[in-house]
């Protein structure tokens, strides 16, 4: 995913600490999912991009993203690190109702990864390290919404099960432990246990409290669309 950077301002929103980016007044500086955190050049412009872990990027003011990587409505999601994490508009909300139906069933696989087929695909199944788009939406379990790709107007594109994603995602969409492969065109909920998704270190984190908390359990609702 190659390095570009969006536009995006700071501003306020009410609810707890929550912060938004708006248009045109700060470049992004965080990648959400893995990999470089480029410095300002304005501030220290010797200063080297800093390598870190797949979900670990730490804040540093503003955020900067991968082309093929999304974030959402102007939002930046920060890492366990050292961040701060960003809610969506109200819009987001949109699938909560559809994610609790009781018509979705989870069955759980060896690894506590959950998941349950709404629709299922048809097509051929992503390979590792393939380049693949997909829509989604991150609930922790009281239905609160964290990051949503729809949001923004765009799929996410990663390649899938190399580590650019939190493992219940390359899981989830890869398949293996029981779960079947998605394919392309096939809507599936995902309940992740907290070793495949942020850990004992949540994420978030600010004077004492957390978007994520420590060992959350978090759900998706991901669309795989197909190959990039």
């Known amino acids: 995913m190659s390095l570009t950077t969006s536009p995006s301002a700071a501003g306020r929103i009410t609810g707890s600490a929550v912060l938004q980016l708006k248009s045109a007044q700060r470049k992004p500086l965080i990648n959400h999912f893995a990999g470089v955190i480029s410095p300002d050049p304005t501030r220290n412009p010797e200063r080297k991009p800093l390598q870190l872990n797949p979900i670990t990027a730490i804040a540093a003011g503003s955020c900067r993203r991968r082309e093929a990587s999304a974030t959402l409505a102007g939002l930046c999601l920060v890492s366990a690190l050292e961040p701060f994490f960003l809610f969506l508009p109200p819009t987001a909300f949109a699938s909560r109702e559809q994610a609790e139906s009781p018509e979705c069933r989870l069955t759980v696989a060896p690894s506590g990864l959950a998941f349950c087929d709404r629709v299922v695909g048809s097509g051929a199944e992503a390979a590792k390290g393939q380049l693949i788009k ?95």
């Open 134 to 228: 997909a829509h989604y939406v991150g609930r922790l379990e009281n239905g609160k919404v964290f990051d949503s790709s729809y949001a923004q107007g765009k799929p996410l594109t990663f390649r899938v099960g190399v580590g650019e994603v939190i493992k219940g995602w390359d899981q989830g969409i890869l398949g293996g432990e029981g779960i079947p492969p998605m394919l392309p065109g096939g809507k599936r909920t995902l309940k992740l246990p907290p070793e495949l998704g942020y850990g004992i270190r949540g994420a978030g984190c600010r004077g004492g409290t957390c978007i994520i908390p420590p060992d959350s359990t978090l759900l998706f609702d991901v669309e795989f669309i197909g190959k990039a």
